[in-house]
């Protein structure tokens, strides 16, 4: 099917200052500059391409911290975004902890240390599915509302910052630290929380708020007066959430919604999450999660939760299919957003209370996974890989991209989420140049794969770029450039994804990497002076060299092509050089980590003998390829736990005492299959970890809980909560009110498994 995309009369929107910086907190010490146009962040007065992981400190061992961050900063991240949960640190009234992984001040300084920012979500309401929404237990019975103006309630807040300001003083951006902004409350007169130590059926919530701009103006008040100084603060925009006008509206977006079925059961609707859009327009389409109180065009579209994953609840479970993940971030930077948001970036571990659970109750009580990226104890996922690429894209050509504006095409409205067949695509461009975005994704549907596809370009000069035999794989999403200047070659058209840039050690010139996506066909580049680049559709790795014309001066430039799988396993090192390993890959000092399940870790590189392992060998040629490629077989580790049967639904699971010891071995992650409602995992009668089956493997991490399973003499229990079928409630008992019957209980363990993480170092030839 052929699609115009007519240019012939486009006019760039103006980009403005936008005033929302303290003018007196946006410059570090050493020079560093932040400010806001109406478009986008700028760093040093260029245009910066954020892309902001939610990671929650005191949701993780902290001996975790500090791998966890690296893994973060090499899957392209560059903002940390954390809630700072009040009931985390003030369970008790007038007793507070900033201790172990409650110390918030610790982990801000690994951000820093790995190059990261930091938004600070700091409250005093938060969500996050933590117990109340992160308000204590003993706010309940005071003499003041919760999340209101009253003299009481403020007084606590100002108490909460001052004891925030204490843990990251030293570390706000005007003071050289990684924190440039703060989040005041969330989803303010949109969304709250059930009180959790209320009777569950009188169903009583955290009050979600009524004073509108006059209460987040009071929060920002606090803030100043104890030094919570910071160059911008945000709110979260969605669900006529009020935002002042001098404070960035951040937005989102899910396709996963548990809060459908607080109450009950029932099929998950599709969502228009998948559809292009131009949020940086007056004329954008409103709804329910996008809905501004201002014009578009006067603010940057700008993201803090776009799903990164999604956590199960106990109504609405579901296996998060990893490409729907990076497939929002394409929809998202094509509809204009140049600061991408992820809820959750990584998974965590809630910390027990004092004699309570810090959950919401819809969900499970230990484990906050949230099925992202980066998994609860640092599971590296396909979504970690796919959305990293992306992330490369726009930091690498952020100052290309960023300024373009968004072209929706006109044969993109009116497409219904339920269309399979209709290519759906998008450009962001500056009128000459620019880049169409394609995603053949879409939750709760399966599209169909898409081939034949043309797509031409009217430009404003008179000359057309036709993307002609585009192909897309089923979950596929791409990037394609028109007329990208590389290095003084023009590429006109290709079929073909921008990845990144580097330069190799000892280079004269530059190297672009490209991405093949998966049903392309057909991949090509064509450059203006008409050479055409037919990409090999089974290669994982091709290089070219590309001459910008015949004469003498024309400039020349390398280009590398990736299969889509090869640029799934990339790291960029020091902007010098390609690093292809299984797993994550990540800067450690001097070193370079691989972390891995493979049991023979097997590293690529480009340029060849980049790379050393810890015995001195180096990595080689591999054949006819150009890539360095070096393998560390490891010692096999394998460990066979002990089952026994203990009841229908009752298991104990015994390790043996060298559980975590192996050649290479960082940790170990106890794999378990099981057919049931619930699975719990005690040791020593604690609680380690609960699931809510949804059928994939459940993971429970063994470096933190090492400790408590050896006190237990390495036994586990296992208790399954069996899953009811035909159940009915007979109320009529004379020996209870309430009492259920089932015609019959599923509760079974199917397998039990022991999986090593092993980590190797490496370091520069």
């Known amino acids: 099917m052929n699609h115009v995309v007519d240019l012939t009369n486009f006019v760039k929107r103006p980009i403005r200052p936008f005033d929302i910086v303290d003018r007196t907190r946006n410059t570090s010490p050493d020079g560093h500059e932040i400010d806001f146009t109406n478009y986008y962040m700028t760093l040093d007065g260029k245009p910066f391409f954020g892309v902001s992981g939610e990671f929650h400190f005191s949701r993780m061992d902290e001996s ?46 690994l951000c820093a240390k790995h190059g990261m920012y930091m938004i600070l979500r700091m409250g005093p309401f938060d969500h996050g599915e933590v117990r109340n929404g992160g308000v204590p237990d003993w706010v309940y019975g005071k003499d003041y509302e919760a999340r209101s103006l009253d003299a009481g309630w403020l007084a606590e807040v100002r108490e909460l910052y001052t004891k925030i300001h204490e843990q990251v003083d030293g570390l706000l951006f005007d003071q050289g630290g990684p924190i440039i902004g703060a989040q005041l409350d969330n989803e303010y007169m949109h969304s709250s929380a059930p009180w959790e130590m209320t009777t569950g059926i009188s169903d009583e919530w955290v009050p979600g708020g009524s004073d509108g701009i006059a209460y987040l103006e009071a929060l920002r008040g606090i803030a100043h007066e104890v030094g919570i100084d910071v160059p911008f603060y945000t709110a979260t925009g969605w669900g006529g959430a009020p935002v002042p006008d001098d404070v960035l509206p951040l937005w989102g977006g899910y396709a996963y919604r548990p809060w459908l079925f607080y109450a009950h059961g029932g099929d998950h609707p599709v969502t228009d999450e998948y559809l292009y859009r131009d949020f940086h327009s007056n004329s954008c389409p409103r709804g329910d999660e996008f809905d501004p109180s201002y014009q578009p065009e006067d603010k940057p579209y700008a993201c803090c939760e776009m799903g990164g994953g999604m956590t199960n609840s106990y109504n609405y479970r579901f296996v998060l299919p990893m490409k729907s993940v990076d497939a929002m971030t394409n929809i998202k930077m094509a509809s204009g957003c140049n600061f991408l948001g992820y809820y959750m970036y990584h998974g965590g571990t809630n910390p027990t209370g004092h004699g309570v659970y810090l959950n919401e109750g819809q969900v499970p009580k230990k484990s906050y996974d949230y099925q992202s990226g980066l998994g609860e104890y640092g599971q590296v996922r396909e979504s970690y890989g796919r959305m990293k690429t992306l992330h490369y894209f726009g930091s690498t050509f952020a100052e290309r991209f960023v300024p373009m504006d968004v072209v929706v095409p006109a044969d993109q409205a009116g497409i219904e989420p339920t269309n399979r067949e209709r290519l ?33 370009i009217a430009l404003a000069d008179g000359s057309h770029v036709t993307f002609d035999g585009i192909g897309l794989a089923p979950e596929e999403n791409c990037v394609l450039p028109f007329n990208m200047d590389l290095d003084g070659v023009t590429l006109v058209a290709a079929t073909v994804q921008p990845v990144t840039v580097v330069t190799l ?53 390398d280009v590398v092509v990736l299969s889509r799988a090869k640029a799934d396993r ?134 933190e809980n090492a400790a408590r399973v050896r006190a237990a003499g390495n036994r586990l229990v296992f208790v399954i909560t069996p899953l009811k079928k035909g159940v009915n409630v007979n109320v009529d008992s004379p020996m209870a009110a309430r009492m259920e019957h089932a015609d019959e209980q599923i509760a079974s363990l199917e397998s039990v498994a022991v999986k090593p993480v092993y980590e190797v170092a490496f370091r520069k030839a």
């Not at 962001?428 to 081939?451: I, L, P, Y």
């Not at 049903?519 to 060299?545: H, L, N």
Request: a negative charge.
């Open 570 to 703: 990339l790291t960029v090192i020091d902007g010098e050089a390609l690093v292809f390993a299984p797993g994550a890959a990540y800067r450690d000092g001097d070193e370079i980590r691989v972390e891995t399940t493979d049991g023979d870790v097997r590293v690529e590189t480009y340029p060849a003998g980049y790379l050393a392992a810890g015995n001195g060998e180096t990595d080689v040629m591999d054949g006819e390829s150009p890539l360095g490629s070096l393998t560390v077989s490891l010692q096999p580790t394998h460990v066979e736990p002990k089952v026994e049967q203990l009841s229908d639904k009752r298991y104990a699971i015994t390790l043996p005492d060298d559980f975590m010891d192996g050649d290479h071995v960082k940790d170990v992650l106890l794999q378990v299959r099981y057919m049931g409602d619930i699975g719990w995992m005690f040791a020593n009668a604690e609680l380690l970890s609960d699931n809510f089956c949804n059928g994939d493997v459940w993971d429970i991490g063994m470096k």
């Open 64 to 109: 975790r911290w500090d791998d966890e961050l690296a893994k973060c900063a090499a899957g392209g991240v560059n903002v940390i975004a954390n809630y700072v949960f009040w009931n985390h640190h003030e369970e008790i009234e007038g007793q507070w902890d900033f201790t172990g992984s409650k110390n918030l001040r610790k982990f801000t300084e």
């Open 505 to 557: 050690p000892g280079a004269a010139r530059r190297t672009f990497v490209f991405l093949r996506p998966d049903g392309m066909g057909r991949a090509w580049m064509r450059f203006a002076d008409g050479t055409v680049i037919d990409v090999d559709g089974e290669a994982d790795f091709q290089k070219f060299t590309v001459r910008g014309g015949d004469t003498a001066g024309a400039a020349s430039v």
């Open 424 to 456: 759906r695509y998008c450009v962001r461009t500056d009128g000459r140049s620019g880049f169409v975005f394609v995603n053949n994704f879409q939750d709760h549907d399966e599209m169909v794969a898409k081939h034949g596809e043309t797509i031409e």
